[in-house]
C-alpha cells in the first residue's frame, strides 16, 4: 500500500490541531476550574450543525444567490451551488467562514453560560456530568430527526473548506492545517495566560474549595458561568474546524464517544495543564489515527477482526491505567506561580518589589 | 458594628438558635462562649451568610444582611475563619493571601491574559501581603504549599488571608483550636495587634476561656441556642448562671 507520507502528516496535524482546541478547552472547564463538563459532544456538535446550517443558508445569501433547501429533491443542485461559490468567490467563501466561527462560538458559549446555571440548582456538581451527557445526546437525537438543521439523519456532505478556491488539493489542505493549528495555538496562548494570571488563581481556589472562595468575597456562580462561556466557545470552534476538515456534517458523529476521546486526552496528557492537554490530544490523535490504518490493512489481508473497535477498548484500558498508576498524568499540573511570587522575593531581596 | 435581633434557626425539627440577640461594637473584640452545641458556630454561619436564618434580622454597619450571600457579605466588609483551617491547601501560602484582595482587575477573563492590565496592582497587592505574613511570621515561607504548614500556621495564614480583603470586622472560630499553649497565645497578640493598628473589629468564639478573657472587651455566653449572659469577663467569671452551665459548678 502506498501511503502519501507528506499528506498523512498534513492530515494527523489538522486533526491534532482540532482535538488539542476541544482538550484545551476541557482542561479550562475542568482541569483548572474543576467544572465537569460531560457535553464535550454537545458543544461541538453545536459549531458543526452550525457549519451545516451556514454553509447552506447562508453562504448563497452572501453569493448574492437564493439558497436552495440542501435536503431532498434539491440536494444535488444545493451541493453544487456551494460548490460552485467555493471554489470561484474566495471572499464570499472566507467571509462566510469567519461569519460561521462568530455564530457558533457566540451560540456555544451562550448555551454553556445557560447551561453553568444548572449546576446552582444541583446537589452536586458532578450531577451537571450527567446533565450534560443526557442533553447532549437528547440534543443529538432530535437534530437527527429533524429535517431543517443537517438533512435529519442523511447529513449535509460537500461543505468544502476556507481555502476550496486555491484549486490545489494539498495546498488547500496545508493552508487548512496551518489555520487550524493558528486557533489551536491562540487557544492555547490564551488558557495559559489565563491560567498563570490572578484569574487563574481564582479558579484554582473556586475548584479547590467553593465555599471559602463564597467567603472570601468571590462570586462562584458567575465565574463558573464565565469558564464554560470561554470552553463552550472553543469546543464549538473546533466543532465548525471539525466539519470543515472532514467536509460532512453528520450527527453520529458527535456521540458520547467523543467526549470520552476527548476526556482520555486530558486525563493522559494531565489535568490543569495545558500543555499536558497539547501532549494527550498529540497521542491520542496518533493512536486513532493508528488504529484506523491499521483496520483498513488488517480489512484488506482478508481478517474478521473488526480493529476498529479495539480503539474504544484501547482508550478504556488507558483511562483505568491512567487512573490508577498516574491519576495526575504523563505531564502534571505544576505548582505555577503567579506574578506575585516574583514580586514578592524581589521586594524580600532588594526591599523593593519593582526593581529589575 | 453588628446587631443581631431575635436570631432563630431551625434545622427541620431541631432548634439550633432561638431569639438571639447580641451587638458588637466597632474597634471591639468580643467573645463568644458556651458549652458544645450551643450554637456559636451556626451564629457565625448565618451572621457570615452561609445558612439562612429562619427569623430575625442581621445589621452590619447599619445595612441589613440577614438574606445576603456569603460573597456580598464579604464586600461590605465582614470577613469569616473557619474551625478547622480552611485554607487552599493546593496552593502557595502567597495565593491564599492574595485571593481575597477585592477589585483585582486580573481576576476577569478578558484582562486577565495581558499583563499589563494588573502587573502593578498585582505587585503592590504582594507588597502589602508581604507585610502581613511578616506580621504573622509567614513571610519566609510565602511560596509553599499552604498544606505544609503546621496547624499553628495555619490559623495564623487564615486571619492574615481574612485581613488581605481590609474587613471591619472578622469572626473567627476558635482560632487556637488544635494549637500549641505558646503559639496560642501568639494569636491572640495577632488579633490585639490588627485591631490597634487597623481598628479592626472582632468577635471570636474560643474555648480557651483564660486566653480570651485577657484579651476581650466583653463576653456573651450561649446555652442551647440562647443568650445565657453578656458583660465584661470579670463578670462572666463571677456569673453563677455561667458558673452552672459552663464550669459545672
Given amino acids: 500500500m502506498n501511503i502519501d507520507l507528506f499528506a498523512t502528516l498534513i492530515a494527523l496535524l489538522t486533526f491534532f490541531g482540532i482535538a488539542a482546541l476541544m482538550a484545551i478547552s476541557l482542561n479550562l472547564e475542568y482541569g483548572?476550574?474543576?467544572?465537569?463538563?460531560?457535553?464535550?459532544?454537545?458543544?461541538?456538535?453545536?459549531?458543526?450543525?452550525?457549519?451545516?446550517?451556514?454553509?447552506?443558508?447562508?453562504?448563497?445569501?452572501?453569493?448574492?444567490?437564493?439558497?436552495?433547501n440542501p435536503c431532498g429533491a434539491t440536494l444535488a443542485p444545493a451541493l453544487q451551488l456551494r460548490s460552485e461559490i467555493m471554489r470561484t468567490m474566495?471572499?464570499?467563501?472566507?467571509?462566510?467562514?469567519?461569519?460561521?466561527?462568530?455564530?457558533?462560538?457566540v451560540i456555544g458559549g451562550?448555551?454553556?453560560?445557560?447551561?453553568?446555571?444548572?449546576?446552582?440548582?444541583?446537589?452536586?456538581?458532578?450531577?451537571?456530568?450527567?446533565?450534560?451527557?443526557?442533553?447532549g445526546e437528547t440534543v443529538r437525537i432530535f437534530v437527527r430527526g429533524y429535517q431543517p438543521i443537517v438533512c435529519a439523519n442523511n447529513g449535509i456532505s460537500g461543505i468544502a473548506g476556507p481555502f476550496a478556491w486555491v484549486g490545489n488539493t494539498q495546498t488547500a489542505s496545508i493552508l487548512?492545517?496551518?489555520?487550524?493549528?493558528?486557533?489551536?495555538?491562540?487557544?492555547?496562548?490564551?488558557?495559559?495566560?489565563?491560567?498563570?494570571?490572578?484569574?487563574?488563581?481564582?479558579?484554582?481556589?473556586v475548584r479547590e474549595n467553593e465555599q471559602v472562595a463564597r467567603s472570601l468575597g468571590k462570586n462562584v456562580a458567575r465565574i463558573r458561568a464565565q469558564v464554560m462561556l470561554i470552553g463552550s466557545a472553543i469546543a464549538a470552534i473546533s466543532g465548525v474546524l471539525f466539519a470543515l476538515n472532514i467536509g460532512f456534517v453528520s450527527t453520529n458523529d458527535y456521540v458520547v464517544t467523543l467526549t470520552l476521546d476527548v476526556w482520555v486526552m486530558v486525563v493522559l496528557g494531565g489535568l490543569g495543564n495545558n500543555r499536558g492537554a497539547l501532549l494527550g490530544a498529540l497521542l491520542i490523535t496518533l493512536m486513532d489515527r493508528a488504529t484506523a490504518i491499521t483496520a483498513i490493512q488488517l480489512n484488506r489481508l482478508g481478517t474478521d477482526i473488526e480493529f476498529n473497535y479495539f480503539r474504544y477498548i484501547l482508550f478504556g484500558v488507558i483511562l483505568l491505567l491512567m487512573l490508577r498508576y498516574r491519576p495526575r498524568g504523563l505531564l502534571p499540573e505544576t505548582r505555577f506561580t503567579t506574578p506575585a511570587h516574583q514580586y514578592l522575593a524581589r521586594s524580600q531581596e532588594t526591599g523593593d518589589a519593582r526593581s529589575p | 458594628m453588628l446587631e443581631v435581633h431575635e436570631i432563630r434557626k431551625d434545622f427541620g425539627g431541631l432548634r439550633a438558635l432561638d431569639s438571639v440577640s447580641l451587638t458588637v461594637p466597632a474597634g471591639q473584640i468580643v467573645g463568644l462562649i458556651g458549652p458544645n452545641g450551643s450554637g456559636k458556630s451556626?451564629?457565625?454561619?448565618?451572621?457570615?451568610?452561609?445558612?439562612?436564618?429562619?427569623?430575625?434580622?442581621?445589621?452590619?454597619?447599619?445595612?441589613?444582611?440577614?438574606?445576603?450571600?456569603?460573597?456580598?457579605?464579604?464586600?461590605?466588609?465582614?470577613?469569616?475563619?473557619?474551625?478547622?483551617?480552611?485554607?487552599?491547601?493546593?496552593?502557595?501560602?502567597?495565593?491564599?493571601?492574595?485571593?481575597?484582595v477585592k477589585r483585582q482587575r486580573g481576576e476577569h477573563p478578558w484582562y486577565a491574559p495581558w499583563r499589563r492590565f494588573w502587573n502593578r496592582q498585582e505587585m503592590d497587592n504582594a507588597v502589602r501581603a508581604g507585610d502581613r505574613l511578616a506580621q504573622v511570621k509567614l513571610h519566609t515561607q510565602f511560596d509553599r504549599r499552604a498544606s505544609d504548614l503546621s496547624g499553628g500556621q495555619m490559623k495564623l495564614l487564615e486571619i492574615a488571608r481574612c485581613t488581605m480583603g481590609s474587613p471591619k470586622l472578622i469572626l473567627l472560630d476558635e482560632p487556637t483550636a488544635g494549637v500549641a499553649p505558646a503559639l496560642a497565645y501568639d494569636i491572640f497578640r495577632q488579633i490585639e495587634t490588627l485591631r490597634q493598628e487597623t481598628g479592626t473589629t472582632f468577635l471570636i468564639v474560643e474555648h480557651r476561656l483564660d486566653l480570651l478573657f485577657d484579651f476581650v472587651d466583653s463576653v456573651y455566653?450561649?446555652?442551647?441556642?440562647?443568650?445565657?449572659?453578656?458583660?465584661?469577663?470579670?463578670?462572666?467569671?463571677?456569673?453563677?448562671?455561667?458558673?452552672?452551665?459552663?464550669?459545672g459548678d
Fill in chain 1, 176 to 205: 487548512f492545517a496551518l489555520l487550524v493549528l493558528a486557533f489551536a495555538g491562540a487557544a492555547y496562548w490564551y488558557s495559559e495566560k489565563l491560567a498563570r494570571s490572578p484569574y487563574g488563581r481564582l479558579l484554582k481556589a
Fill in chain 1, 32 to 68: 483548572v476550574a474543576g467544572i465537569p463538563n460531560f457535553g464535550q459532544a454537545l458543544f461541538v456538535s453545536i459549531g458543526a450543525y452550525t457549519t451545516g446550517v451556514t454553509y447552506t443558508r447562508l453562504l448563497p445569501l452572501l453569493a448574492g444567490q437564493e439558497a436552495i
Fill in chain 2, 221 to 247: 455566653v450561649m446555652h442551647m441556642g440562647n443568650v445565657l449572659a453578656h458583660g465584661k469577663p470579670a463578670e462572666i467569671e463571677t456569673n453563677l448562671d455561667v458558673r452552672e452551665v459552663y464550669f
Fill in chain 1, 110 to 135: 451562550v448555551v454553556g453560560y445557560a447551561v453553568s446555571y444548572i449546576i446552582l440548582r444541583l446537589k452536586q456538581e458532578w450531577y451537571l456530568a450527567l446533565v450534560l451527557l443526557v442533553g
Fill in chain 1, 90 to 105: 474566495p471572499a464570499v467563501g472566507l467571509g462566510n467562514f469567519v461569519l460561521t466561527l462568530l455564530i457558533a462560538a
Fill in chain 2, 42 to 100: 451556626t451564629l457565625l454561619s448565618v451572621i457570615a451568610g452561609m445558612q439562612p436564618p429562619t427569623a430575625g434580622r442581621i445589621l452590619f454597619d447599619g445595612e441589613d444582611i440577614t438574606h445576603a450571600a456569603p460573597d456580598t457579605i464579604f464586600q461590605l466588609g465582614l470577613a469569616r475563619g473557619f474551625q478547622d483551617p480552611s485554607l487552599f491547601f493546593q496552593m502557595t501560602v502567597l495565593d491564599n493571601v492574595m485571593l481575597p
